[in-house]
């Protein structure tokens, strides 16, 4: 398992920063200790998203051999951001 996917899969099995349905996105990992999600504040979630952006970067450098389920973290933050900026 790649950093970039070891990061998501770590952050959604213990501190998700929002909930998501395992029917949108099956390779998301769910949380191992079921319960109320807290939502991350939306800087929170900007900051989380340029690390994640770092670590892709930097594995593709180095040509990472992607897996074809991998789940897209990026996307899916970049998608939260923009519904959040959009409501406030």
Known sequence: MCVYCFIGDHTWKYNPPFPVSPFDYPTVPQPV????ITPW???QLKEYLEVLKEVKAL?????CPCLPNKADYI???KDKIAELEKTS
């Open 41 to 43: 504040p939306l800087e």
């Open 33 to 36: 200790v079921p319960g109320p």
């Open 75 to 77: 996307k899916m933050l």
């Open 59 to 63: 594995e593709d450098k180095l040509g």
